[in-house]
């Protein structure tokens, strides 16, 4: 089993960027907990509405907005765990999320592909995501596989499940993929079990864990509701991972952006904790401004790395493990 280096904890060595002191991380949480209670979140999906509604929050069926106290969110936050241990198709793989490690993997989810035999630029296949895995899975320094990119070349109604044979068989590490929906969710967990042996040495082993996105701003979609709930039920991990872009979904100052963003994440750890309490959730993050010039998400800018640094000190701040975006 790999425990990687800690980062940011006090020690003799090691590297960390603390964007906040503890006073500004409990300003930002105060601010998110206003948001969540006067604004709200607006929520689609008629379970999680009743979810909602069940476990305290103030429900408006019509205009499907939910305010939730703040007593909901800190109570949902400390049932969340702290720690996670994620499974690999071989044991050697295994990896424990814990205070202050670090792990890595590949970045997702293309929509291009520069051919490596003729240097053409062209849409990704389910070949490629088969390929991509292999060499994730023989970099050691790459600890779990992601898909690397989107099968275009199949169904797009059932491309969660395209994506994920193809990229099952190709790794020996954990894999995260995206479900889509709670019917693929279903669908992909079977698979995992039917590869882990059954659903009972999927829970003791599990090989997967799935990102679902809420929608900024301040939004879960039915979809994302649909596999929040999945996950929770089921015990797999969920990794709420929110997309916010300054200036463009959220607001244009970065204080502003990572408030939206925190509001997004916790509302969605809060109807994964009230769907089942105690249940493996991560605190996700590939939020980053806008470039105002071309209106596309400006990945791997200054603004994506200090939004990125101020998202793991937040989840740092909750004790939830996280995965943000890099690039």
């Not at 520069?114 to 088969?130: C, F, N, S, V």
């Not at 089921?234 to 979904?249: E, K, N, T």
Request: glycine share 8%; hydrophobic share 45%.
């Amino acid at each position: 089993m790999k425990r990687n280096l800690h980062a940011g904890k006090r020690q003799s060595g090691g590297f960390s960027l603390n964007v906040f002191t503890e006073d500004e991380l409990y300003e930002i949480h105060l601010a998110t907990l206003e948001v969540l209670q006067r604004t709200g979140i607006f929520v689609e999906d008629e379970v999680a509405l009743e979810i909602f509604d069940g476990g305290g929050a103030e429900v408006d069926r019509k205009a499907k907005i939910v305010k939730i106290p703040p007593y909901i969110v800190e109570d949902a936050v400390r049932s969340a765990p702290s720690k996670l241990f994620l499974a690999g198709r071989d044991p050697k793989n295994d990896i424990v999320l814990e205070s202050n490690r670090v792990h890595f993997t590949g970045f997702a989810v293309a929509v291009q592909l520069l051919d490596p035999y003729t240097g053409e630029i062209r849409k990704p296949t389910k070949a490629d995501i088969a390929a991509a895995a292999i060499m994730e899975d023989y970099l050691s320094e790459v600890d779990v596989n992601q898909k690397a990119m989107d099968a275009l070349d199949v169904p797009q109604e059932v491309l969660a499940l395209h994506n994920a044979e193809a990229l099952f068989p190709n790794t020996t590490k954990h894999c995260f993929i995206g479900a889509g929906n709670g019917k693929q969710q279903r669908k992909l967990i079977e698979m995992a079990a039917v590869i882990a042996g059954g659903e009972d040495k999927l829970r003791s082993r599990p090989l997967a864990s799935f990102h679902t996105c809420p929608v900024s701003p301040l939004k879960l979609v039915r979809e994302s509701c649909e596999v929040i709930m999945e996950c929770a039920r089921s015990g797999m991990v969920i990794d709420l991972l929110s997309m916010a872009m300054a200036g463009g979904s959220s607001p244009v100052h970065l204080a502003g952006t990572l408030v939206t963003h925190n509001a997004e994440v916790l509302s969605g750890i809060v109807l994964d904790q009230l769907t089942r309490k105690g249940a493996p959730v991560m605190y996700g993050s590939s939020t980053t401004a806008m470039d105002l010039r071309l209106a596309t998400a400006s990945v791997g800018s200054p603004e994506c790395g200090m939004i990125s640094a101020a998202v793991a000190q937040m989840a740092q701040y909750y004790q939830i493990p996280s995965w943000v975006a890099g690039g």
